[in-house]
């Protein structure tokens, strides 16, 4: 039996030294003041020029505005916040540009699936430029349309578009010519009315010459009724949704857009086409790289 004053080895005893572990454990995560993960935040990028069809007049204004609205917001993680800002201060622009009949209501709100220009225009490069993800891009947009301001935004368009209207209806009753002159004008000298009519020189054809009409040639009379074609529309859609979609993709969203197939494919799908075929596929891409680049120059695609 031991005495009290001896132990067996490996006993621990409150009067004994403490002896230090050896372990290769890591060491405990140590908290973070905030509790988050601190993770690299970018400078908010401005975008490269403007929509598409954008008026020419309002670019060096809607500059100031996207500089300030950069300059207040200079990190990407306050995106949500710099474009609502921005709809705020570029409200009483667009709203004065349908005013004065610079822009129409509709291309004021630019709300179409190219959204080439108007507010939608413009918010859409500034969520392309800064945004990484399409889900992303989507989630804020969605959340931009719900939003106060943007409902503040569409009853100012739709406030300017009254008053213009109202506007050109006086001012189409004020230039209709009052009874009395009508009167003098019927009352001039027969003379006067020969002799200028003697002054015009009468044209080979017979037709007087500040009627004359140029007619359009075939295919720029089928340019301005078409516009762009179902496809090209298509393709821009698809890219404006997704940036960095590749060609199968593109190909896939065409065929959601009922985009009619050329005659080449022989009644199958683009995607199908693009799948077996390597001309049309070789076709198609350049026509992709073209759209691209087009877009790219406006501003659309980063």
Not at 52 to 75: G, Q
Not at 205 to 233: C, L, Q, W
Request: glycine share 4%; charged share 30%; hydrophobic share 30%.
């Amino acid at each position: 039996m031991n005495g009290p004053d001896e132990s067996k080895p490996g006993d621990a005893s409150p009067a004994s030294p403490s002896v230090p572990r050896v372990t290769r454990a890591p060491a405990p995560a140590t908290s973070i003041r905030g509790g988050g993960i601190v993770s690299y935040d970018p400078d908010t990028e401005p975008p490269s020029g403007f929509p598409r069809s954008y008026p020419k007049e309002l670019e060096v204004k809607t500059a100031v505005i996207r500089s300030e609205a950069i300059a207040k917001f200079p990190k990407q993680s306050h995106i949500s916040d710099l474009c609502g800002y921005f709809i705020e201060e570029m409200t009483p622009v667009l709203r004065d540009a349908v005013k004065c009949g610079t822009m129409e209501a509709h291309q004021a709100l630019g709300d179409t699936p190219e959204m080439e220009t108007g507010m939608s225009g413009l918010v859409h490069q500034l969520l392309v430029y800064n945004c990484k993800h399409d889900d992303q891009r989507y989630r804020f947009w969605k959340e931009i349309k719900k939003s106060a301001k943007w409902l503040e935004f569409e009853k100012a368009i739709a406030e300017a578009e009254d008053q213009w209207r109202s506007s050109r209806k006086s001012l189409s009753s004020s230039t209709t010519a009052p009874a009395e002159i009508a009167e003098a004008q019927q009352s001039k000298p027969r003379e006067q009315t020969q002799t200028a009519e003697s002054s015009i020189p009468e044209s080979p054809t017979g037709v007087e010459h500040d009627r004359e009409i140029v007619a359009p040639t075939v295919e720029e009379h089928r340019r301005k009724v078409r516009g762009e074609s179902h496809f090209t529309k298509a393709v821009r859609k698809a890219l404006i949704n997704a940036p960095t979609a590749r060609g199968i993709e593109i190909c896939r969203s065409v065929d959601e857009d009922a985009v009619k197939p050329m005659k080449r494919m022989k009644n199958r799908s683009y995607e199908d086409t693009y799948k077996d075929d390597p001309k049309p596929r070789k076709q198609l891409d350049s026509r992709f790289a073209k759209i691209k680049k087009k877009m790219k120059s406006q501003g659309l695609l980063p």
